[in-house]
């Protein structure tokens, strides 16, 4: 008896860092059935792509693949697992904290956008966070280093933090912040692509910032032009 059963080919257009496989064509292949009564079961999908053949290795982790190459000069098997979006932030805190920033390069993306909310303009592109952080690095004590309070673990290209900086182990004044990391694959790793601080202000208005609000407020509802000025 003969079964025919799916396979998907794609073309090399549509090979992607992330490993997201897009615009599927199903086409088909035939298989010989077992002697016995019982179908044998099938093996896990197999996509080809690009001299590659990608094989789900029956992990529930969309991270996890197997590489097979076909190119006979290649190593004919190897396994690649993405590092996980919330690891790639700890390192990039760690290394900050290390003062070493050979080791934050590759965690930041050539085009990465950085916003710190004290500074009037974001910080576009990599060599312009690192030298901002080399600034920050400069100017202050290694004995203040930045302590993780929480981190979101649960998706693969979105990480919030909420932190605060320590003096030798022990907690900076108005030194606590949160912050916000975008991460994409790039080159076959994750790498930040946005990034955006938040820090606690020395001088805590209180209620009078609701005050401000409402006044702000009523002056746009009064003067509707003003927002154009915003």
């Known amino acids: 008896m003969i079964h025919t ?26 298989t010989a059935a077992s002697t016995s009564s019982n179908d044998a079961a ?24 197997k590489l097979r190459s076909n190119n006979p000069t290649a190593v004919a098997s190897s396994a690649v697992e993405l590092e996980s979006a919330s690891n790639v932030v700890r390192k990039f805190y760690d290394g900050i904290n290390r003062r070493d920033l050979a080791s934050v390069e590759d965690l930041v993306s050539l085009n990465c956008i ?6 009037p303009r974001p910080f576009i592109g990599r060599k312009a ?6 600034q920050f690095m400069d100017s202050i004590s290694t004995d203040l280093q930045f302590a993780i309070d929480d981190i979101s673990e649960e ?12 003096w030798k182990g022990k907690p900076f004044p108005f030194s606590k912040g949160c912050s916000f990391y975008r991460l994409d694959v790039v080159n076959g790793q994750r790498q930040i692509v946005y990034g955006r601080d938040c820090v606690e ?30």
Request: glycine share 6%; proline share 8%; charged share 15%.
């Open 155 to 166: 998706d693969a290209c979105a990480v919030g933090v909420t932190w605060h900086l320590d």
């Open 5 to 30: 059963i799916p396979i998907f080919h794609f073309g090399p257009s549509h090979l992607k860092t992330d490993l997201h496989l897009p615009h599927l064509q199903a086409s088909t292949f035939t």
């Open 42 to 65: 099938l093996p896990n999908p197999t996509f080809h792509t690009c001299g590659l053949a990608l094989a789900s290795v029956g992990r529930q982790n969309n991270n996890w693949w």
């Open 201 to 230: 202000p020395a001088i805590k208005p209180g209620e009078t910032a609701l005050v401000i609000i409402r006044g702000v407020t009523w002056l746009l509802q009064k003067f509707p032009f003003l927002a154009d000025r915003l």
């Open 114 to 119: 950085y916003e710190d909310l004290v500074f």
């Open 129 to 134: 966070i690192l030298e901002f952080f080399k």
